[in-house]
T-cell receptor, first 115, second 115 residues
Framework: DTGVSQDPRHKITKRGQNVTFRCDPI?????LYWYRQTLGQGPEFLTY????????KSRLLSDRFSAERPKGSFSTLEIQRTEQGDSAMYLC?????????????FGPGTRLLVL | AQSVTQPDIHITVSEGASLELRCNYS??????LFWYVQSPGQGLQLLLK??????LVQGIKGFEAEFKRSQSSFNLRKPSVHWSDAAEYFC?????????????FGRGTSLIVHP
């Protein structure tokens, strides 16, 4: 168990550019979540996958945001035409649900700064 | 809708003193409750969780939390704080009875430890 990993750890981009983040979950975990965290706030849910199926999306996830988990393993989160308001920490978490019990394990996050 | 309130934005304690961080939740059924810790620039680490059973839950790093249904609270405690405990602490509530599982996080409490 190597934990959840995210890449890159930091990203600086100019407004209008596209960015893509990657998350590698714990290998046996079938659920994968994306969150956004702004300064002084707790994580806010964006979307989650069970295996390769995207099951729920938050209203926070505008049309500029898209997430994929093509083979039910790693996931990518793309932000198109970035805006300064997209600056935040993007956290990924994975979990395995059995018998109605589930615990999420978080990665270190990707900190995005949009100039 | 589920929600979490962490009424204290900052808590300052002296090293060696006891600690209690407050968490109040709103949830329509039996909640699953979590405490996470986040060091600066890092992801969230799970400290402890409550699903059912004994209402006093032991976690890592000497932390414990008590679930009080009558008060809708899940306060985090530690008998003697170490300087390395300085971090941001997040309480979260989620459901576990079928369907989607999307935890809601509080805004966090920042713990400052004086030598």
């Amino acid at each position: 168990d190597t934990g959840v990993s995210q890449d890159p750890r930091h990203k600086i981009t100019k407004r209008g550019q596209n960015v893509t983040f990657r998350c590698d979950p714990i290998s046996e975990h079938n659920r994968l979540y994306w969150y956004r965290q702004t300064l002084g706030q707790g994580p806010e849910f964006l979307t989650y996958f069970q295996n390769e199926a995207q099951l729920e999306k938050s209203r926070l996830l505008s049309d500029r945001f898209s997430a994929e988990r093509p083979k039910g393993s790693f996931s990518t989160l793309e932000i198109q035409r970035t805006e300064q308001g997209d600056s935040a920490m993007y956290l990924c978490a994975s979990s395995y649900r059995t018998g109605g019990v589930e615990t999420q394990y978080f990665g270190p996050g990707t900190r995005l700064l949009v100039l | 809708a589920q929600s979490v309130t962490q009424p204290d934005i900052h808590i300052t304690v002296s090293e060696g003193a006891s600690l209690e961080l407050r968490c109040n939740y709103s949830y329509g059924a039996t909640p699953y409750l979590f405490w996470y810790v986040q060091s600066p620039g890092q992801g969230l680490q799970l400290l402890l969780k409550y699903f059912s059973g004994d209402t006093l839950v032991q976690g890592i790093k000497g932390f414990e939390a008590e679930f009080k249904r009558s008060q809708s609270s899940f306060n985090l405690r530690k008998p003697s704080v170490h300087w390395s405990d300085a971090a941001e602490y997040f309480c979260a509530v989620g459901g576990g009875s079928g369907g989607s599982y999307i935890p809601t996080f509080g805004r966090g409490t920042s713990l400052i430890v004086h030598p």
